[in-house]
């Protein structure tokens, strides 16, 4: 059989303003177990703000999103513009704050957000060529908002044992007219009709390794879907 090639979206580099840094190491990783021949991306765009992760609070900074996305890459990266759809089998995308803010505007706008013109006509592509998208965290709300009627899940939509603190996130899914499937940190769920899998990773308190193997199970379910 053929590798498998799979387009990685980044939206910057750390949880606060950029791609989840854990999440995105754990789908490089399972992308790499699955025998995957992989290639990075993240829009050429401005951050919406630059986070001092040690404080926690903004900065007068200001940061690019490709730029920073290149450190998770190792330098490895392309702009999201110059992804050909045609050149790759799946696309899969890390969480993070970065894709509430610089893919999209959820963190400010909720439900009624806007989506980054390359980002939406990427998924968009992968979509209409019926090839597998995988998505975890905060990321899952791009399909949502994208593809009324499709399946995701981002946890549970009640905050069961403290462990789901976001879990409105869920109802606002709903409200986008796409049915949200409540699942555990260890699981994802398979949209098959829409080839989209989604898991809850960071959405879910829990140990680092229940999340890595969670967003394993995202990924193999992509590969085959591939």
Same mark, same amino acid.
């Given at each position: 059989?053929? *590798?498998?090639?799979?387009?990685?979206?980044?939206?910057?580099?750390?949880?606060?303003?950029?791609?989840?840094?854990?999440?995105?190491?754990?789908?490089?990783?399972?992308?790499?177990?699955?025998?995957?021949?992989?290639?990075?991306?993240?829009?050429?765009?401005?951050?919406?703000?630059?986070?001092?992760?040690?404080?926690?609070?903004?900065?007068?900074?200001?940061?690019?999103?490709?730029?920073?996305?290149?450190?998770?890459?190792?330098?490895?990266?392309?702009?999201?513009?110059?992804?050909?759809?045609?050149?790759?089998?799946?696309?899969?995308?890390?969480?993070?704050?970065?894709?509430?803010?610089?893919?999209?505007?959820?963190?400010?706008?909720?439900?009624?957000?806007?989506?980054?013109?390359?980002?939406?006509?990427?998924?968009?592509?992968?979509?209409?060529?019926?090839?597998?998208?995988?998505?975890?965290?905060?990321?899952?709300?791009?399909?949502?908002?994208?593809?009324?009627?499709?399946?995701?899940?981002?946890?549970?939509?009640?905050?069961?044992?403290?462990?789901?603190?976001?879990?409105?996130?869920?109802?606002?899914?709903?409200?986008?007219?796409?049915?949200?499937?409540?699942?555990?940190?260890?699981?994802?769920?398979?949209?098959?009709?829409?080839?989209?899998?989604?898991?809850?990773?960071?959405?879910?308190?829990?140990?680092?390794?229940?999340?890595?193997?969670?967003?394993?199970?995202?990924? *193999?379910?992509?590969?085959?879907?591939?």
């Amino acid at each position: 059989m053929a *590798r498998r090639r799979a387009a990685v979206i980044l939206a910057g580099c750390g949880v606060l303003d950029g791609s989840e840094l854990h999440e995105a190491s754990a789908v490089l990783v399972h992308l790499s177990r699955g025998g995957a021949e992989v290639k990075i991306f993240a829009p050429d765009v401005e951050q919406m703000h630059v986070v001092d992760h040690l404080r926690g609070s903004p900065t007068d900074e200001k940061r690019n999103v490709l730029v920073e996305s290149a450190r998770i890459a190792r330098g490895e990266i392309q702009d999201l513009a110059d992804l050909k759809v045609s050149e790759f089998d799946a696309v899969i995308l890390p969480g993070g704050f970065g894709v509430a803010k610089n893919l999209c505007s959820w963190a400010v706008d909720g439900k009624d957000c806007t989506i980054n013109s390359v980002v939406k006509s990427t998924l968009q592509a992968f979509h209409s060529a019926k090839k597998p998208m995988g998505l975890c965290c905060i990321s899952p709300v791009l399909v949502a908002k994208i593809f009324p009627g499709c399946e995701v899940t981002v946890g549970y939509d009640k905050d069961v044992d403290g462990r789901f603190p976001d879990a409105e996130t869920a109802t606002a899914i709903k409200e986008l007219g796409c049915r949200h499937v409540c699942k555990d940190v260890s699981e994802s769920h398979v949209d098959v009709a829409n080839k989209i899998v989604t898991t809850c990773a960071f959405m879910c308190k829990a140990p680092l390794h229940e999340i890595f193997d969670g967003i394993g199970t995202m990924v *193999r379910e992509v590969l085959k879907l591939a």
